[in-house]
């Protein structure tokens, strides 16, 4: 391989992975932020994404760290992970797009049953009441309830759940198609010899 293809394998691996290090560190941001500010009060919710902020961003630099210093065993076990990481990822993306109207409600009824947390989060933000129904005896964090004039959650998630699925499987696709991307990449880079090298050495 010639000295302009190694360099172009190793700018474009280091490029992606500079991009998986800033979406990691934008979504350990946004889930400290908003815990911080009580926008979210469930630890599960933004510890869950904590912890895929930081599992993306120790991905994102052993793939870095491996590029940069050509790293064999570095950018094998980055190339298996990332493979991996693509077929949850295409697998959840494709799930969020096809899912239908039934088995989104019952999605989001499930969701809602498993944390009181999130049910005042969603109660207080989106000013409602209780998934299906009211209960008028029950409490609630939203401020309608009150005035007794609180409607049912489960009407103002479901206006906005189909498009926010949409958007979070397509946002996944984009992704997805740049992980194989930096897999063919790291493939590629790992088996090309550095010009900077011994020319005898195997790579």
Not at 43 to 67: C, D, K, N, S, Y
Not at 110 to 139: A, M, P, Y
Not at 181 to 191: A, F, M, Q
Request: glycine share 10%; aromatic share 12%.
């Amino acid at each position: 391989m010639s000295c302009s293809g190694f360099t172009c394998s190793k700018n474009c691996l280091c490029a992606i992975n500079l991009l998986y290090v800033m979406v990691s560190m934008l979504m350990i941001g946004i889930a400290a932020w908003g815990k911080w500010f009580g926008l979210v009060s469930s630890f599960q919710v933004v510890g869950g994404i904590i912890g895929v902020g930081v599992f993306l961003f120790f991905v994102a630099l052993a793939g870095l760290i491996g590029a940069i210093k050509h790293h064999q065993v570095l950018l094998f076990f980055y190339m298996i992970i990332l493979f991996l990481v693509f077929v949850v990822q295409i697998s959840v993306s494709s799930a969020c797009l096809a899912i239908n109207k039934e088995q989104q409600n019952h999605l989001l009824e499930v969701g809602w049953n498993n944390s009181q947390s999130t049910q005042r989060d969603i109660e207080k933000s989106l000013n409602c009441c209780g998934f299906s129904h009211v209960d008028v005896n029950g409490t609630c964090a939203a401020a309608c309830f009150s005035h007794g004039k609180c409607g049912t959650c489960a009407a103002k998630i479901q206006e906005h759940a189909g498009e926010v699925l949409r958007f979070v499987g397509g946002i996944g696709l984009f992704f997805s198609f740049t992980e194989i991307l930096g897999v063919w990449l790291t493939y590629r880079y790992r088996n090309q010899k550095d010009p900077r090298a011994n020319p005898s050495a195997f790579l």
